[in-house]
């Protein structure tokens, strides 16, 4: 099992410019999650979803969409990137209790 | 609002030594806590998960503990590895059905020196 995977890696946008990070896991797990992780502030919920079709807002959803069209994959959208949202996004996935992260993505918006 | 502290935010000691990482929180309805272990840029790694139910979770040599009605809990990790080098980080998520949010804390950075 690959677990939970995050593409890409690394991206560079220009303020403005739009994007989409990918998030799939192969686990068949019901709930997904997306973090951004920033220096003093820890890890914070931006959006979730507890299943296919179904998406919630989380502590920081301002300036985020997500889709859950199908039961693997996760997906975060920036529509217009802004140096604020410069950060390194984590994709969570959990059955139940125990959360599984993906290897991050790191977005600078210059 | 739940608010997670760890201290201390980073740690230095040396190979072969027990130690302690601290993590309290502010609320103590709590629906479990849990460990993880972040290497530099990369994700986070599940270690032990308690429930609000129990005392302590123990995996190699990793001990869990949580006292949920003073706010506290501690990762105990005994004899310390340069392996073991990396920021630990808590976090709680609350009771309820439909409650999924978790929060976390800064982390604790620890160097085990060879």
């Known amino acids: 099992n690959a677990g939970v995977t995050q593409t890409p890696k690394f991206r560079v946008l220009k303020t403005g410019q739009s994007m989409t990070l990918l998030c799939a896991q192969d686990?068949?797990?019901?709930?997904m999650y997306w973090y951004r992780q920033d220096p003093g502030m820890g890890l914070r919920l931006i959006h979730y979803?507890?299943?296919?079709?179904?998406?919630a807002k989380g502590e920081v959803p301002d300036g985020y969409n997500v889709s859950r069209l199908k039961k693997q994959n996760f997906l975060l959208g920036l529509e217009s990137a802004a140096p604020s949202q410069t950060s390194v996004y984590f994709c969570?996935?959990?059955?139940?209790?125990?959360?599984?992260f993906g290897p991050g993505t790191r977005l600078t918006v210059t | 609002k739940q608010e997670v502290t760890q201290i201390p935010a980073a740690l230095s000691v040396p190979e072969g030594e027990n130690l302690v990482l601290n993590c309290s929180f502010t609320?103590?309805?709590?629906?479990?806590l849990q460990w993880f272990r972040q290497d530099p840029g990369k994700g986070l790694t599940s270690l032990l998960l308690?429930?609000?139910?129990?005392r302590e979770q123990t995996s190699g040599r990793l001990n869990a503990s949580l006292d949920k009605s003073s706010g506290r809990s501690t990762l105990y990790i005994a004899a310390s590895q340069p392996g073991d080098s990396a920021t630990y980080l808590c976090?709680?998520?609350?009771?309820?059905?439909?409650?999924?949010?978790?929060?976390f804390g800064k982390g604790t950075k620890l160097s085990v020196i060879p």
């Open positions: 969570a996935s959990s059955r139940d209790n125990e959360q599984y």
């Open positions: 686990m068949n797990h019901e709930y």
């Open positions: 979803s507890v299943g296919e079709g179904t998406t």
């Open positions: 609320d103590s309805a709590i629906y479990n």
């Open positions: 308690i429930q609000s139910s129990q």
């Open positions: 976090a709680v998520r609350p009771p309820g059905a439909g409650s999924y949010q978790l929060t």
